[in-house]
């Protein structure tokens, strides 16, 4: 794939490049924000900072800018769950309908993932970062201003696009914005609104929707006003590569229809209660062939790079932390679907005081990012992540086995603080690890590969808990597939109510003992860090 051409910082002279993937002995530091590399956008050898060097000024710039501009995205995906019933009495349509205000911006996600590493190659990161800001911003302001279903599903449509776009470009920032021996600690900042944003998104959209659910759209105004211009005067320019390869409109055609069928089949089976209905299994069939058309097009692709390398996953470092992140993002994010409805179904909670309990998660989640990414930064990444997918198990299972219909509060929080604790020590470290030892030109596609299979993993997850858990109260206590969750049970119906979430919340404990285990076998040790496969080096030869 093509790739950007190596980032220079603002202003600043930069020296001649050695050739591209050749140490240069005699080289010195690179200036702040501009890591050497050859014209081919590979990563060269310079002396860097040890372990113990911090960020420099101009990253840690660099870093304000993209968490500002993530914490925006990130919030927007869960901010507009707790609002769903406002907007369907204000505009007068049924729950149906405004279920594709989620759907319409997750589908639009799908399709503007792939194209990132495209989009970058041709216009650059910086360029790309502050167009997906824009549009992100303006879709915000047209979603607040929305007169209709019809309109606010349009700009959500429009929102998605921006939004797909800035994870996955803000990620190829960060990682190219520091050395490599310092890659944890820059990703650990950047990954605080990844893993802290969706805990944080009920409780503020609680209080917004309060004045009204026009605010959850339009708090997004002002932080994008303030974000683009930061982006432009902060962020280290780049530029295009010299290539200029054509859009694979081929490619685009199957992978982007493809994400969305599956993405949409998924949506349904949790709206339907099961997997075994032709408004799942269609879209999602069809949706998985199309995809799998496009990983073989790619495969047999010589003449030009395929919209996205999927060759890169020959590689062990991002083939081990793609299959880590997919089943632990899957398991955590599918425990994040099960654990609100518990405290608003069973325990009565409202959608704001059910965010407020998430406050302690967050917090664990976060104090453990940072000293997590400080240490893959100094022992193999394997043990790091192991541990923390240990520490998130262990959490999981207890909150499992503590749950019941008047379990005291202080223990679900601090059994589900463990699980932050575990989780702050897995994602952003697997996502690291995958990415650390990538030349330049191939960081925007394995940001990409990843964002792809993250996205893929938290449909599936969630997709899959919903269904267990619509099937389990319907057989235990007689609640109907896909009926209405909302409220308190009664106390009769309690004790087999808990006993469902019980029984879903092992599907989760599950998948994270499974990420678990590829994690401490496959991720790479010191010694036997990343070599190109057969693949990447037969298209490297000229």
Do not use: K
């Not at 590399?37 to 372990?51: C, H, I, L, Q």
């Not at 206590?477 to 469902?500: I, K, P, Q, R, T």
């Amino acid at each position: 794939m093509a790739g950007s051409s190596p980032i220079i910082a603002p202003d600043r002279p930069v020296a001649p490049q050695p050739r591209a993937g050749t140490p240069d002995p005699g080289s010195t530091p690179p200036a702040s924000g501009a890591p050497a590399s050859g014209a081919a956008g590979a990563v060269a050898g310079p002396a860097t900072p040890g372990p113990s060097a911090g960020p420099d000024r101009q990253t840690r710039l660099t870093l304000g800018v993209l968490v500002l501009g993530g914490l925006m995205v990130v919030l927007d995906v869960t901010i507009t769950n707790v609002a769903i019933r406002s907007l369907s009495r204000d505009l007068h349509a049924p729950l149906s309908v405004i279920q594709w205000v989620t759907t319409g911006y997750t589908l639009a996600l799908a399709v503007a993932v792939p194209m990132t590493a495209w989009l970058a190659s041709r216009l650059g990161t910086r360029r790309v970062y502050i167009i997906a800001l824009a549009l992100f911003g303006l879709g915000s302001l047209l979603a607040g201003l929305a007169w209709n279903i019809g309109s606010l599903i349009a700009f959500r449509v429009l929102q998605g696009l921006g939004g797909g776009l800035v994870n996955p470009i803000a990620m190829t920032i960060a990682m190219r914005s520091a050395p490599s021996e310092s890659r944890g600690r820059t990703m650990g900042v950047f990954g605080l609104p990844v893993l802290v944003g969706p805990l944080a998104g009920p409780t503020l959209g609680g209080w917004l929707v309060g004045y009204s659910w026009r605010w959850i759209f339009l708090i997004n105004v002002p932080i994008a006003l303030l974000a683009v211009p930061l982006a432009l005067w902060l962020l280290p320019r780049d530029a295009p590569d010299g290539r200029r390869e054509r859009l694979d409109v081929p490619g685009l055609a199957l992978i982007g229809p493809g994400l969305a069928g599956i993405v949409y089949g998924l949506a349904e089976s949790g709206r339907r209660g099961t997997l075994v209905s032709a408004a799942v299994l269609v879209p999602a069939l069809l949706g998985l062939g199309l995809c799998a058309a496009f990983v073989a097009r790619a495969l047999r692709l010589r003449t030009r790079p395929p919209l996205v390398e999927v060759r890169l996953l020959g590689r062990r470092a991002l083939a081990s932390g793609a299959g880590t992140l997919g089943l632990f993002a899957a398991a955590y994010f599918g425990s994040m679907f099960i654990l609100p409805l518990y405290w608003q179904l069973v325990r009565g909670q409202s959608p704001a005081a059910t965010g407020l309990l998430a406050i302690p998660q967050a917090l664990a989640t976060g104090l453990s990012l940072q000293v997590a990414s400080r240490l893959v930064d100094r022992v193999p990444p394997a043990r790091v992540v192991g541990a923390g997918i240990v520490v998130a198990t262990a959490g999981l299972l207890t909150s499992l086995l503590l749950l019941d219909a008047d379990t005291p509060y202080w223990q679900l929080l601090t059994s589900m603080a463990v699980t932050g604790i575990g989780t702050g020590a897995t994602i952003m470290p697997t996502i690291t690890t995958a990415l650390r030892h990538l030349p330049d030109r191939d960081t925007p596609t394995g940001s990409t590969l990843l964002n792809i299979i993250n996205q893929a993993a938290v449909s599936i997850g969630t997709a899959l808990t919903s269904v267990l858990l619509a099937s389990s109260l319907a057989s235990r206590a007689g609640v109907a597939a896909g009926g209405d969750l909302s409220g308190d049970v009664g106390a009769a119906m309690a004790g087999d109510v808990v006993a469902a979430f019980r029984q879903t919340l092992l599907l989760p404990v599950v998948l994270m003992a499974v990420a678990g285990v590829v994690a401490l076998l496959l991720l790479p040790r010191p010694g036997r860090d990343d070599a190109p496969s057969v693949g990447e080096r037969a298209r490297a030869a000229p």
